[in-house]
């Protein structure tokens, strides 16, 4: 999607804002020996009271109101009868419409006890993304958000996930571009145009490259016991600092 008007601006920023709440509420009330079922009820009891509907259950009949991934599964995760326990690494990703509007976005954090391996995991690649996020306007190249994921994954040892892509949202869960790579890639030479609507969602590991699909046919995990992380925003390029429409 691309901008047109004010309005629309609005529009995006409601739904942004819707879940991002959404995404802090439920983290506040994770707790240990509730179910992600139960996790995800919370979001979608959320989503609800603001007339906002779960993106992808409507747009891929997926079975839950949110993706709620947990430990050595990255993303896609179904809500369950499994039990959240003490130390576990959570994800939530929430994405959502309302009126018309789409926005996505993701948070990785660590229950208690604390790994002081996970908590820098977590906070650097949130930092990756707010690095992304601050180095794009309208003309940069996309595959700078890609060498920008790459580079800053490098400074701390982690690896990126090399099959898990940023991607266009707006008037839909998912638009054109449709794959934002995570690497750089040179050929690429597309560039972000003022008001363009996409994601940005790095995934850092450490020690897995690529995700492998569950027997689920939704859940996305890494092939050994690293552990991984992703935070995710859903941003408006402009001719300055993007918007960013999922903030609370």
């Known amino acids: 999607m691309t901008v047109e008007s004010e309005k629309e601006v609005e529009g995006l920023k409601r739904i942004g804002k819707i879940v991002a709440a959404t995404i802090r509420e439920m983290k506040r009330q994770?707790?240990?020996?509730?179910?992600?079922?139960?996790?995800?009820?919370?979001?979608?009891?959320?989503?609800?009271?603001h007339g906002a509907v779960s993106a992808p259950k409507t747009?891929?009949?997926?079975?839950?109101?949110?993706?709620?991934?947990?430990?050595?599964?990255?993303?896609?995760?179904?809500?369950?009868?499994?039990?959240?326990?003490?130390g576990d690494l959570i994800n939530i990703d929430v994405s959502a419409e309302l009126g018309g509007y789409f926005a996505d976005a993701g948070h990785s954090?660590?229950?208690?006890p604390y790994n002081t391996t996970l908590t820098h995991l977590c906070q650097h690649t949130h930092d990756t993304m707010m690095k992304v996020i601050s180095s794009l306007k309208h003309g940069v190249k996309v595959n700078e958000i890609g060498r920008?994921?790459?580079?800053?994954?490098?400074?701390?040892?982690?690896?990126?996930?090399?099959?898990?892509?940023?991607?266009?949202?707006?008037?839909?869960?998912?638009?054109a571009p449709v794959e934002i790579l995570p690497f750089y890639n040179k050929k690429d030479k597309l560039t972000l145009n003022e008001g363009l609507v996409i994601t940005i969602e790095p995934f850092l590991s450490t020690g897995a490259e690529f995700v492998v699909d569950g027997l689920d046919g939704w859940t996305l995990s890494v092939p050994d016991k690293s552990f991984c992380a992703q935070h995710e925003h859903t941003i408006i390029i402009t001719?300055?600092?993007p918007i960013i429409t999922t903030v609370a």
Request: charged share 20%; glycine share 10%.
């Open 109 to 112: 954090f660590q229950l208690p």
């Open 239 to 241: 001719r300055d600092q």
């Open 30 to 49: 994770t707790c240990v020996g509730m179910t992600t079922k139960e996790l995800d009820d919370i979001g979608g009891n959320i989503l609800k009271s």
């Open 148 to 175: 920008i994921i790459q580079r800053e994954a490098r400074k701390s040892g982690y690896k990126v996930i090399m099959n898990l892509c940023s991607h266009g949202i707006g008037k839909s869960l998912h638009e």
């Open 59 to 86: 747009t891929y009949n997926f079975p839950g109101n949110t993706c709620i991934s947990i430990n050595h599964e990255i993303a896609h995760g179904i809500p369950g009868n499994r039990k959240i326990q003490e």
